[in-house]
T-cell receptor
Framework: NAGVMQNPRHLVRRRGQEARLRCSPM?????VYWYRQLPEEGLKFMVY????????ESGMPKERFSAEFPKEGPSILRIQQVVRGDSAAYFC???????????FGPGTRLLVL | GENVEQHPSTLSVQEGDSAVIKCTYS??????FPWYKQELGKGPQLIID?????GEKKDQRIAVTLNKTAKHFSLHITETQPEDSAVYFC???????????FGRGTSLIVHP
């Protein structure tokens, strides 16, 4: 049973470009969570999705950030017009049902030049 | 919301010693407490968790204790090895929530 998969593992963008981060949950998991981690800090919740639905986006900035989890395919975290402050590690986690243990992917490290 | 405090931020031990990391939480309705280990360049990996209906749980060299009255829980690692070196995070979802609040992490360094 493959774990949570994220790609790309590293992403470099120039200010103003778009970043697309992909997450494939563990097999059988229909709940996906996105977190952001800044150096020397813990994980900050961004958004929680189930298939085709955003359940909780309270941690996601209102502008430039969006997320989706389509019926088919991976979950996507999209950052438009990136700025240097978006540089961070972005982690995806999945669980089979809510209120269950979350399993994390290896992360995507975004660097904005 | 939930507030999770984790201490210490850095812990340095000699191989073979024990290590203890402590977390406190604020929401008395929280009932699930996972611990994650994050190695450099990798994602957090669940190493042990505890639910509020038990006070202690062990898995080989790792144990977690929970004191619901005092609202704190601790990670205990015995006979530490260099490969235990990593950042450890505690977490606690507020009661009725599925979103854990994470501590700021403890960097554990085990010297051979």
């Amino acid at each position: 049973n493959a774990g949570v998969m994220q790609n790309p593992r590293h992403l470099v963008r120039r200010r103003g470009q778009e970043a697309r981060l992909r997450c494939s949950p563990m097999k059988g998991h229909s709940h996906v969570y996105w977190y952001r981690q800044l150096p020397e800090e813990g994980l900050k919740f961004m958004v929680y999705l189930q298939k085709e639905n955003i359940i909780d986006e309270s941690g996601m900035p209102k502008e430039r950030f969006s997320a989706e989890f389509p019926k088919e395919g991976p979950s996507i975290l999209r950052i438009q017009q990136v700025v240097r402050g978006d540089s961070a590690a972005y982690f995806c986690a999945s669980s089979p049902i809510e209120r269950e243990t979350q399993y994390f992917g290896p992360g995507t490290r975004l660097l904005v030049l | 919301g939930e507030n999770v405090e984790q201490h210490p931020s850095t812990l340095s031990v000699q191989e073979g010693d024990s290590a203890v990391i402590k977390c406190t939480y604020s929401d008395s309705a929280s009932n699930y407490f996972p611990w994650y280990k994050q190695e450099l360049g990798k994602g957090p990996q669940l190493i042990i968790d505890i639910r509020s209906n038990v006070g202690e749980k062990k898995d080989q060299r790792i144990a977690v204790t929970l004191n619901k009255t005092a609202k704190h829980f601790s990670l205990h690692i015995t006979e530490t090895q260099p490969e235990d070196s990593a950042v450890y995070f505690c977490a606690a979802p507020p009661g009725g929530s599925y979103i854990p609040t994470f501590g700021r992490g403890t960097s554990l360094i085990v010297h051979p």
